[in-house]
């Protein structure tokens, strides 16, 4: 399944307030959070239809000063609103933090529109308009709280602004009774936040749910480095990456020696402790660019890209290092992607020179194809 797409948290301190939670979130799942606003476009044609469809019939049907500006402002805000939106969709993730807060300043402006639009509806005593003008106004409050659920402070604002405008314009009105609108105001209001904020947290744990289960399909829960699967697509992504002539991709097959007797002696919650310190210092020595992964029991894979030879050496003696000053010692095999080698052919040469180390004593390492081998 496509991965959601990201988009740009805004800068603007108030704005940023108005999408982040009230409990601390990793930025990522902010941001798809965010994303419900930027990627439910049928939603939003149906809200900017609807939109038109009340400012435009009011328009005809009263044509004064305020009704026609209404018309035209709330024409102007969507033609905008969907431009952006389109360009932002396109840009998938590259869109900047000032894009997101201009899209999110019209939504404000839209629904502060929408809540004086109602009002003005409600005062202009034509029952039609006050009929289509305040049933809009509710049913778009319950369509801003479904696509809006992953922000709900903003979400809330939004009601905000559609609703008390409406309620205050019923204290102008002759009928006594309509006064109960206000005295509904707080229950209204009051059910909407409780309502997003159920949402929003139902939300989070799917989100959180969906990350979890992705990070475990790809990862190692003992060690924190890549599980098998994982290692070995990134791996064969890896091998048909554009790189630069002098550098090809290394494969390092390292396999702890004499684990079964740690494991023995001294219980497998030691071999367990043996593995995850084997996992921080591959961790600790790879670049950026490499990764790191445990294939099963105590063989560990390590990719590196761009690599010279010089520089497998370089890292291999690193490992070895690291590892026997913590008393552990391993045997590595590396071999260099050679043109056009698929990765079964690669991994199998590794995996002979990792044999040919342990032939030669264990606790060192050696290059495929080479008669080269260094000891840590």
Same mark, same amino acid.
């Given at each position: 399944?496509?991965?959601?797409?990201?988009?740009?948290?805004?800068?603007?301190?108030?704005?940023?307030?108005?999408?982040?939670?009230?409990?601390?979130?990793?930025?990522?799942?902010?941001?798809?959070?965010?994303?419900?606003?930027?990627?439910?476009?049928?939603?939003?044609?149906?809200?900017?239809?609807?939109?038109?469809?009340?400012?435009?019939? &009011?328009?005809?049907?009263?044509?004064?000063?305020?009704?026609?500006?209404?018309?035209?402002?709330?024409? $102007? %805000?969507?033609?905008?609103?969907?431009?952006?939106?389109?360009?932002?969709?396109?840009?998938?993730?590259?869109?900047?933090?000032?894009?997101?807060?201009?899209?999110?300043?019209?939504?404000?402006?839209?629904?502060? #529109?929408?809540?004086?639009? #109602?009002?003005?509806?409600?005062?202009?005593? =034509?029952? +039609?308009?006050?009929?289509?003008?305040?049933?809009?106004?509710?049913?778009?409050?319950?369509? %801003?709280?479904?696509?809006?659920?992953?922000?709900?402070?903003?979400?809330?604002?939004?009601?905000?602004?559609?609703?008390?405008?409406?309620?205050?314009?019923?204290?102008?009105?002759?009928?006594?009774?309509?006064?109960?609108?206000?005295?509904?105001?707080?229950?209204?209001?009051?059910?909407?936040?409780?309502?997003?904020?159920?949402?929003?947290?139902?939300? +989070?744990?799917?989100?959180?749910?969906?990350?979890?289960?992705?990070?475990?399909? #790809?990862?190692?829960?003992?060690?924190?480095?890549?599980?098998?699967?994982?290692?070995?697509?990134?791996?064969?992504?890896?091998?048909?990456?554009?790189?630069?002539?002098?550098?090809?991709?290394?494969?390092?097959? %390292?396999?702890?020696?004499?684990?079964?007797?740690?494991?023995?002696?001294?219980?497998?919650?030691?071999?367990?402790?043996?593995?995850?310190?084997?996992?921080?210092?591959?961790?600790?020595? +790879?670049?950026?660019?490499?990764?790191?992964?445990?294939?099963?029991? =105590?063989?560990?894979?390590? +990719?590196?890209?761009?690599?010279?030879?010089?520089?497998?050496? =370089?890292?291999?003696?690193?490992?070895?290092?690291? $590892?026997?000053?913590?008393?552990?010692?391993?045997?590595?095999?590396?071999?260099?992607?050679?043109?056009?080698?698929?990765?079964?052919?690669?991994?199998?040469?590794?995996?002979?020179?990792?044999?040919?180390?342990?032939?030669?004593?264990?606790?060192?390492?050696?290059?495929?194809?080479? &008669?080269?081998?260094?000891?840590?």
């Amino acid at each position: 399944m496509r991965a959601p797409t990201l988009y740009a948290l805004p800068n603007q301190r108030l704005l940023r307030w108005l999408v982040t939670s009230r409990d601390p979130l990793d930025e990522n799942l902010l941001r798809q959070l965010l994303a419900g606003p930027f990627s439910s476009r049928g939603s939003m044609f149906v809200g900017a239809l609807n939109s038109l469809l009340i400012s435009w019939t &009011c328009a005809l049907l009263h044509p004064t000063p305020l009704f026609i500006g209404w018309m035209i402002l709330d024409t $102007l %805000i969507w033609i905008t609103r969907l431009l952006l939106l389109h360009c932002i969709q396109l840009m998938e993730g590259l869109a900047p933090p000032r894009l997101s807060e201009v899209s999110l300043l019209l939504g404000l402006l839209w629904t502060a #529109t929408l809540g004086l639009g #109602t009002a003005a509806c409600v005062l202009s005593g =034509d029952v +039609v308009l006050q009929v289509l003008g305040c049933t809009s106004a509710v049913a778009m409050n319950g369509a %801003i709280t479904m696509r809006n659920q992953g922000i709900p402070r903003y979400a809330f604002l939004q009601i905000l602004l559609t609703d008390i405008p409406m309620k205050l314009a019923t204290l102008f009105q002759p009928e006594p009774m309509l006064r109960l609108f206000l005295l509904q105001a707080p229950l209204y209001l009051t059910a909407n936040w409780m309502l997003l904020d159920r949402l929003n947290r139902t939300l +989070v744990r799917a989100l959180t749910a969906e990350v979890d289960s992705r990070w475990h399909a #790809t990862h190692d829960s003992l060690t924190g480095l890549y599980n098998r699967a994982g290692i070995l697509a990134l791996l064969e992504g890896a091998l048909y990456r554009p790189r630069s002539e002098s550098g090809r991709v290394a494969v390092f097959y %390292i396999d702890l020696d004499d684990f079964k007797g740690v494991n023995d002696s001294q219980g497998h919650a030691a071999g367990d402790r043996l593995l995850q310190a084997c996992g921080e210092v591959l961790t600790l020595s +790879v670049r950026q660019s490499d990764f790191a992964g445990r294939l099963g029991g =105590d063989e560990f894979l390590l +990719v590196m890209q761009d690599a010279t030879e010089d520089g497998a050496r =370089d890292l291999a003696r690193r490992i070895l290092g690291r $590892l026997v000053s913590q008393g552990t010692s391993v045997s590595i095999g590396i071999a260099l992607q050679r043109a056009m080698e698929d990765s079964p052919t690669l991994l199998a040469r590794a995996d002979q020179a990792l044999y040919t180390t342990k032939l030669g004593g264990k606790g060192g390492f050696r290059l495929a194809d080479t &008669c080269a081998s260094a000891v840590g």
